[in-house]
């Protein structure tokens, strides 16, 4: 009979120190998929990499990035790593990976809403967090294309006082993730990860925690 996920977690975290399982046990548990993260055609390899390592911080779990016109890259000393720890999907195989993206997210059960400057539907304060939500930035130099537009359910605006139009869009995913990250842990929503979410991250944190993981890991399905 092979071991279920349970029983392999409690195998493998002998083989880290009490300290690192404790802090994946405390972290897992404060993770979320109830909002995730969307961005289009981000260009800079230091915004992207800010952005996972904002996603990180607030333990938003899920990040989906875009990929029509540029390829992902990482600035380790901006994400310092943060993309270890997260679930990255990468949307890169069509002409138009826009509505591929967005069609998935939307089956998973996500609202989209997207940040336009000249839209404003909802404030930041007001948006609804009851359904799962995806938040979609685009680059501040060309905006969200009009089928990323088209698809969003609905729009919000970031305040902004002075003469400046945009936000760098990594600015503008922390502002608007810390705020809504906030309200949604001091709500009554159901915004934790299921017992399973939480198993299969334990798990793979775990893995990329050990030295020599696969080897120990086979040597147990050996036994």
């Not at 897992?28 to 909002?35: A, L, W």
């Not at 993309?83 to 826009?98: A, E």
């Not at 305040?159 to 906030?182: I, R």
């Not at 017992?195 to 334990?202: A, G, N, P, S, V």
Request: net charge neutral; hydrophobic share 40%.
């Amino acid at each position: 009979m092979q071991p279920n996920k349970q029983e392999i977690i409690n195998y493998l975290k002998d083989f880290a120190s009490s300290e690192r399982y404790n802090r994946i046990q405390d972290i897992v548990r404060k993770r979320t998929r109830h909002i995730t993260i969307v961005v289009e055609n981000l260009f800079q390899s230091h915004n992207i990499s800010a952005i996972l390592r904002t996603a990180e911080c607030l333990g938003i779990q899920d990040v989906h990035i875009i990929e029509n016109n540029f390829e992902y890259t990482i600035n380790k000393q901006v994400s310092l790593g943060a993309q270890k720890w997260l679930s990255v999907y990468h949307y890169n195989h069509l002409t138009n990976n826009t509505v591929s993206c967005l069609q998935t997210i939307k089956e998973k059960g996500y609202k989209i809403i997207a940040t336009l400057p000249q839209e404003n539907n909802y404030s930041l304060e007001d948006v609804p967090l009851d359904a799962k939500t995806a938040f979609l930035f685009g680059t501040e130099l060309n905006g969200l294309s009009p089928e990323a537009i088209n698809m969003a359910d609905s729009f919000i605006k970031i305040p902004m006082y002075g003469f400046t139009e945009s936000y760098n869009v990594s600015v503008s995913v922390a502002l608007t993730m810390m705020n809504v990250n906030e309200r949604l842990r001091k709500s009554s929503f159901d915004w934790a990860l299921s017992t399973e979410e939480i198993m299969d991250l334990e798990l793979d944190w775990l893995k990329k925690s050990i030295k020599d993981a696969e080897r120990i890991l086979k040597r147990f399905f050996n036994r």
